[in-house]
Nanobody
């Protein structure tokens, strides 16, 4: 049974940094593309970053480009999303998702603004992030 276990989140200061973790429990993280999403109540879910299975150049949405870094620690079966220079508009529920063998097509879909419902094999439990002073 594969599970995505998220950690991180909470109350953050504007201008600060955030690191979210997404661990693949029961599976090798390297065989999955991992995408990060966020959603504000009443608004569509937004895909913000993606890393392909097997590595390669990461993908970022324009809304976080230059502020976000996605990385993978294969030994810990974990993918991290670091977001710096936090803004109040970064407040959202953040979730990770995994696609077995996912490559450029899946990751492109993650960060494409017009993608409404992307298919994923697994989803993390979500984590609330509030950016406020």
């Amino acid at each position: 049974q594969v599970q995505l276990v998220q950690s991180g989140g909470g109350l953050m200061q504007p201008g600060g940094s955030l690191r979210l973790s997404c661990a693949t429990s029961g599976a090798d993280v390297d065989v999955y593309a991992i995408g990060w999403f966020r959603q504000v109540p009443g608004k569509p879910r937004e895909g913000i970053s993606c890393i392909m299975s097997g590595g390669g150049s990461p993908y970022y949405a324009d809304s976080v480009k230059g502020r976000a870094t996605i990385s993978r620690d294969s030994a810990k079966h974990t993918v991290y999303l670091t977001l710096k220079s936090l803004k109040p508009e970064d407040t959202a529920d953040y979730s990770c998702a995994a696609d077995l063998g996912g490559g450029p097509r899946w990751c492109s879909g993650v960060v494409e603004p017009t993608t409404l419902n992307i298919r994923a094999d697994y989803w993390g439990q979500g984590a609330q992030v509030v950016v406020s002073s």
